[in-house]
């Protein structure tokens, strides 16, 4: 246990995260080790009535754990280990661990892998919480869909700390716990200490069966649209073509599923739009279904890509490192997301469009950024775990990227609000559940969801996140954390 205070030279870099818009001013950092120690500083905290609030890799989008009123900051990062617990006959990982450090560790112990995000910075204690996917999501579902079991330290009603094992068989007395923590978001219930996976139906003590199979070498295709000459007709039917594909060929059982591409849509000031598409190379017909998703894309767009590389390439060594998502340049951004069941309308392409050529506005790193999803995520019934979207077929990210100086923050912020707020006008300003739009994801929190003057759709922002399961999240805050000791901007509240 090692307690970090002002002045120490590696405060800062604690008290803020990525997303340097927020910084918060604990009175120190707690970092820990082990459970006990979290318990322990749980318990200080508690006791001195102090605001306490736990970071395990830091890539919050919001200021959850960087809000200058909390006091106590617990730091995560130095418990990562990984190791096979024989007797859940699980993977034991640390919740402290970052992406980068996991995926190397499955992979050459073992030669399995879930289907997380590419940002190797992100920590696994925020990224699971929250649902968790990645590129190989339409193959093998969300993270918590191979989440077997979570270590809490909690508080109960008279202050006293507990630590609870909750797994997901049905009579587990902490089974709430476990599925609340299986995508309901980190910072709602106490600190996960340590996660078990362990994919469903899986009966084996061997632990290379007990996760998804890590792909050997992936098959990549990376193409570059100019922005030069780039008309209205053209990108909007380029955008509709792309979500067009994912909407025909997301079912559960669809062999495109194997398949999984981003599609990113920068400002016009950055002058590209970029696909990238992958899938195993083992598949068969791998090239084809790449080929065929870009010829769809292309289709009746009169677009020439500025270029198209194919590549097959080692899965670990050299796509897993080459995607890992920009945490650099760090710097101060505003995102905001919203999931899609199909296309945009006409009405919404247009409006992507102009924000995207608005020549009053400059910023490269802006854009959106449409992911494919659906596949097995969909094969998951709504309220099997926290994690409520299951018949999505992209998530859509609105991002104003990296700016340096505060100075900039009016006009970025005020781009990428007015951009999401005109994308769904006909809803409030927000993606309410319905034909085409499905809420949003709580690992993209954008407290604007929350604020009735960006979100005028009188849907509430949990509604938005949780859709259904909210009022069984709020049992399960009711339980684990009655006295509100572990809150932020969109955490469950207590139930009146
Ligand atoms: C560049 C970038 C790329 C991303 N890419 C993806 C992606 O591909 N797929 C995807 O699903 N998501 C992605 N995300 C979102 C990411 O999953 C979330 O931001 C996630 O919450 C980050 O986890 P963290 O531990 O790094 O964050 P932190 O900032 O440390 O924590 C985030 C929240 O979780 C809470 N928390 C953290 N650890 C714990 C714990 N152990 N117990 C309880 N609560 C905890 C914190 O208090 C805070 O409220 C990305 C984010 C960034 C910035």
């Given at each position: 246990?090692?307690?970090?205070?002002?002045?120490?030279?590696?405060?800062?870099?604690?008290?803020?995260?990525?997303?340097?818009?927020?910084?918060?001013?604990?009175?120190?950092?707690?970092?820990?080790?082990?459970?006990?120690?979290?318990?322990a500083?749980?318990?200080?905290?508690?006791?001195s009535?102090?605001?306490?609030?736990?970071?395990?890799?830091?890539?919050?989008?919001?200021?959850?754990?960087?809000?200058?009123?909390?006091?106590?900051?617990?730091?995560?990062?130095?418990?990562?280990?990984?190791?096979?617990?024989?007797h859940?006959?699980?993977?034991?990982?640390e919740?402290?661990?970052?992406?980068?450090a996991?995926?190397?560790?499955?992979?050459?112990?073992?030669?399995?892998?879930?289907?997380?995000?590419?940002?190797?910075?992100?920590?696994?204690?925020?990224?699971?919480?929250?649902?968790?996917?990645?590129?190989?999501?339409?193959?093998?579902?969300?993270?918590?869909?191979?989440?077997?079991?979570?270590?809490?330290?909690?508080?109960?009603?008279?202050?006293?700390?507990?630590?609870?094992?909750?797994?997901?068989?049905p009579?587990?007395?902490?089974?709430?716990?476990?599925?609340?923590?299986?995508?309901?978001?980190?910072?709602?219930?106490?600190?996960?200490?340590?996660?078990?996976l362990r994919?469903?139906?899986?009966?084996?003590?061997?632990?290379?069966?007990?996760?998804?199979t890590?792909?050997?070498?992936?098959?990549?295709?990376?193409?570059?649209?100019?922005?030069?000459?780039?008309?209205?007709?053209?990108?909007?039917?380029?955008?509709?073509?792309?979500?067009?594909?994912?909407?025909?060929?997301?079912?559960?059982?669809?062999?495109?599923?194997?398949?999984?591409?981003?599609?990113?849509?920068?400002?016009?000031?950055?002058?590209?739009?970029?696909?990238?598409?992958?899938?195993?190379?083992?598949?068969?017909?791998a090239?084809?279904?790449?080929?065929?998703?870009?010829?769809?894309?292309?289709?009746?767009?009169?677009?020439?890509?500025?270029?198209?590389?194919?590549?097959?390439v080692?899965?670990?060594?050299?796509?897993?490192?080459?995607?890992?998502?920009?945490?650099?340049?760090?710097?101060?951004?505003?995102?905001?997301?919203?999931?899609?069941?199909?296309?945009?309308?006409?009405?919404?392409?247009?409006?992507?469009?102009?924000?995207?050529?608005?020549?009053?506005?400059?910023?490269?790193?802006?854009?959106?950024?449409?992911?494919a999803?659906?596949?097995?995520?969909n094969?998951?019934?709504?309220?099997?775990?926290?994690?409520?979207?299951?018949?999505?077929?992209?998530?859509?990210?609105?991002?104003?990227?990296?700016?340096?100086?505060?100075?900039?923050?009016?006009?970025?912020?005020?781009?990428?609000?007015?951009?999401?707020?005109?994308?769904?006008?006909?809803?409030?300003?927000?993606?309410?559940?319905g034909?085409?739009?499905?809420?949003?994801?709580?690992?993209?929190?954008?407290v604007?969801?929350?604020?009735?003057?960006?979100?005028?759709?009188?849907?509430?922002?949990?509604?938005?996140?949780?859709?259904?399961?909210?009022?069984?999240?709020?049992?399960?805050?009711?339980?684990y954390?009655?006295?509100?000791?572990?809150?932020?901007?969109l955490?469950?509240?207590?139930?009146?």
């Amino acid at each position: 246990m090692t307690d970090i205070l002002p002045g120490d030279p590696r405060y800062a870099a604690l008290v803020e995260g990525y997303n340097h818009r927020f910084t918060g001013r604990p009175d120190h950092v707690r970092q820990v080790r082990t459970t006990a120690e979290v318990a322990a500083a749980v318990r200080e905290a508690v006791d001195s009535g102090r605001r306490v609030a736990v970071r395990s890799g830091g890539h919050c989008f919001e200021d959850f754990f960087a809000n200058p009123e909390i006091q106590m900051l617990i730091d995560l990062a130095p418990m990562s280990a990984v190791s096979y617990d024989a007797h859940r006959r699980a993977i034991m990982v640390e919740a402290g661990i970052t992406l980068g450090a996991l995926y190397p560790i499955l992979y050459d112990t073992w030669g399995v892998t879930i289907p997380g995000g590419t940002c190797f910075e992100v920590g696994v204690g925020g990224h699971i919480t929250g649902g968790g996917y990645g590129h190989l999501s339409r193959r093998d579902g969300l993270v918590v869909d191979h989440l077997y079991a979570v270590e809490v330290v909690v508080v109960d009603e008279s202050g006293t700390v507990d630590v609870v094992v909750a797994t997901r068989e049905p009579d587990d007395p902490h089974h709430e716990l476990w599925w609340a923590t299986a995508g309901g978001g980190g910072g709602s219930f106490g600190v996960v200490t340590r996660f078990w996976l362990r994919s469903p139906g899986v009966d084996s003590d061997d632990p290379s069966r007990l996760l998804p199979t890590a792909p050997r070498r992936i098959r990549r295709c990376d193409v570059l649209w100019s922005w030069d000459g780039m008309t209205e007709d053209a990108l909007t039917r380029l955008i509709a073509n792309y979500c067009g594909w994912l909407e025909r060929h997301s079912a559960v059982d669809a062999p495109e599923t194997q398949l999984w591409s981003n599609l990113i849509v920068m400002h016009r000031s950055a002058g590209i739009v970029a696909l990238t598409a992958v899938i195993d190379d083992a598949v068969e017909g791998a090239a084809r279904m790449l080929d065929d998703q870009l010829a769809a894309i292309g289709d009746g767009t009169g677009l020439t890509p500025r270029s198209v590389d194919r590549n097959v390439v080692d899965w670990m060594a050299s796509w897993m490192p080459s995607y890992s998502w920009p945490s650099d340049p760090k710097g101060r951004y505003k995102n905001k997301a919203g999931y899609l069941r199909r296309g945009y309308t006409d009405k919404q392409l247009a409006t992507i469009f102009r924000y995207l050529a608005d020549p009053e506005y400059a910023n490269p790193a802006a854009g959106i950024v449409l992911t494919a999803f659906g596949g097995q995520v969909n094969a998951v019934p709504s309220g099997a775990t926290a994690a409520a979207q299951r018949d999505s077929v992209v998530k859509a990210s609105y991002s104003a990227g990296a700016w340096q100086s505060p100075d900039d923050d009016a006009v970025n912020t005020a781009w990428v609000r007015a951009f999401y707020r005109d994308v769904y006008a006909e809803s409030g300003g927000v993606p309410v559940s319905g034909d085409v739009s499905d809420g949003s994801y709580i690992s993209y929190p954008d407290v604007d969801l929350a604020d009735p003057e960006w979100n005028t759709s009188g849907v509430p922002w949990h509604t938005l996140y949780f859709k259904d399961n909210y009022p069984r999240l709020q049992r399960v805050k009711r339980r684990y954390d009655p006295r509100d000791i572990f809150r932020h901007g969109l955490s469950v509240r207590l139930p009146d």
